[in-house]
Structures are given as structure tokens and as C-alpha cells.
Antibody, heavy 112, light 110 residues
Framework: QVQLQQWGAGLLKPSETLSLTCAVY????????WSWIRQPPGKGLEWIGEINHSGSTNYNPSLKSRVTISVDTSKNQFSLKLTSVTAADTAVYYC??????WGQGTLVAVSS | QSVLTQPPSVSGAPGQRVTISCTGS?????????VHWYQQLPGTAPKLLIYGNINRPSGVPDRFSGSKSGTSASLAITGLQAEDEADYYC??????????FGGGTKLTVL
């Protein structure tokens, strides 16, 4: 049974870069796409983007200019970087292997 | 503005049946892409409820069922229970292979 464990900084200042990592345990890393999704407080889910084991990426067009998703197959990990954050980027960020498996979520707050 | 449209809220009494709609377009649901449904309890990650339009993961009660027709999909919950009170989201894909979500529906059990 695949499990995802995510971590990263929870408090950022405006203009800083958000950085989160998700580790995959208990299953194959290859052959799947790995996603990042976020949820602002009290709002719905927004897909940020995805990566497969070979490093091919697909991003939400609305965030594409600020997002980089990378993969480290040697560690079965994938990571999210979101540059130039503002208060609008405050959200719970989830890593996931859609549709079945989700990480526990990380609250990232952006405040000066 | 979400790509997939869901009603913001639905409600029902215990034991009743409720349905939640998810309306898309010819570039997502109507293009033949699968629809998945999630249940999200407060403070927790979404949990997969229905995958591939109609399939229930192991452990999901058969009170939950999914359907799809044309550019829309629906989640039905029969025999409503207090524990079903949660937010529900549909998810599909669009022709650019992006993942798209509905805006979410809050289910209240009266």
C-alpha cells in the first residue's frame, strides 16, 4: 500500500519561494504521475501540476510561470517549488498519486 | 471559477437519498475522461470515494454510487447518515491533460 509523506516550510514572507517535498513509500515510483494540489482556507481544491518518473511535467496554466516540480527517483521523492509567493498562495498543499493516494497535507502561510 | 461545476450545497435527512452533480464540457467529461469523486472531512485530506466514474474502492459503502452521462457526472448517496456530512469534490481531466476539479459541494445531514 503506497503512502506519501510530505514536508516543507510552513511560514513564508511575500516574494519568497515555497519548497515542499513528498516521499513515496511502499510501492512503485515508476509508471505513475505524481501531483501537487492545494486548498486555500475554506476553499476548494486546485491542481498545481504533476511529474512522472522520467521527469516529464504538466502544470496548471494559471501557475505555470512560477511552478517547478522535480523528481529524485533514487530517493522515491518529488518536490514542488513555487516562486514569488503572495498571501494568495496561503493554502494546505497536498502531494498525491491521483486518484487513490494523498499525503497528509502541509499548511503553508504567507505573511509579512 | 472551477472548470467543473458543482452545487455549493445539498442537504437531506437521515435515511434519504441525495445526489451531487458535476457538470463539465466537451473538453473534459464530455471528451470521455474519467470522473473521480472525493469526500473530505474537516481538517483531513480528501478520500477517494468513486473512481473511473462508477467504481468504489475497497471499504467504501455501497450507499455511494457514481454515474456519468455526456458532459456530466453524478454522485448519489442513499441511506444518508450523519457521518456523511462532509465536502464532496469531483475531478476529471481536460484535453490538455490537466487535472480539473469541481468547486466542491457541502453536504449537510439535517
Amino acid at each position: 500500500q503506497v503512502q506519501l509523506q510530505q514536508w516543507g516550510a510552513g511560514l513564508l514572507k511575500p516574494s519568497e519561494t515555497l519548497s515542499l517535498t513528498c516521499a513515496v513509500y511502499g510501492g512503485s515510483f515508476s509508471g505513475y504521475s505524481w501531483s501537487w494540489i492545494r486548498q486555500p482556507p475554506g476553499k476548494g481544491l486546485e491542481w498545481i501540476g504533476e511529474i512522472n518518473h522520467s521527469g516529464s511535467t504538466n502544470y496548471n496554466p494559471s501557475l505555470k510561470s512560477r511552478v517547478t516540480i522535480s523528481v529524485d527517483t533514487s530517493k522515491n521523492q518529488f518536490s514542488l517549488k513555487l516562486t514569488s509567493v503572495t498571501a494568495a498562495d496561503t493554502a494546505v498543499y497536498y502531494c498525491a498519486r491521483l486518484p487513490q493516494t494523498w499525503g497528509q497535507g502541509t499548511l503553508v502561510a504567507v505573511s509579512s | 471559477q472551477s472548470v467543473l461545476t458543482q452545487p455549493p450545497s445539498v442537504s437531506g435527512a437521515p435515511g434519504q437519498r441525495v445526489t451531487i452533480s458535476c457538470t463539465g464540457s466537451s473538453s473534459n467529461i464530455g471528451a470521455g475522461f474519467d470522473v473521480h469523486w472525493y469526500q473530505q472531512l474537516p481538517g483531513t485530506a480528501p478520500k477517494l470515494l468513486i473512481y473511473g466514474n462508477i467504481n468504489r474502492p475497497s471499504g467504501v459503502p455501497d450507499r455511494f454510487s457514481g454515474s456519468k452521462s455526456g458532459t456530466s457526472a453524478s454522485l448519489a448517496i442513499t441511506g444518508l447518515q450523519a457521518e456523511d456530512e462532509a465536502d464532496y469534490y469531483c475531478q476529471s481531466y481536460d484535453s490538455s491533460l490537466s487535472v480539473v476539479f469541481g468547486g466542491g459541494t457541502k453536504l449537510t445531514v439535517l
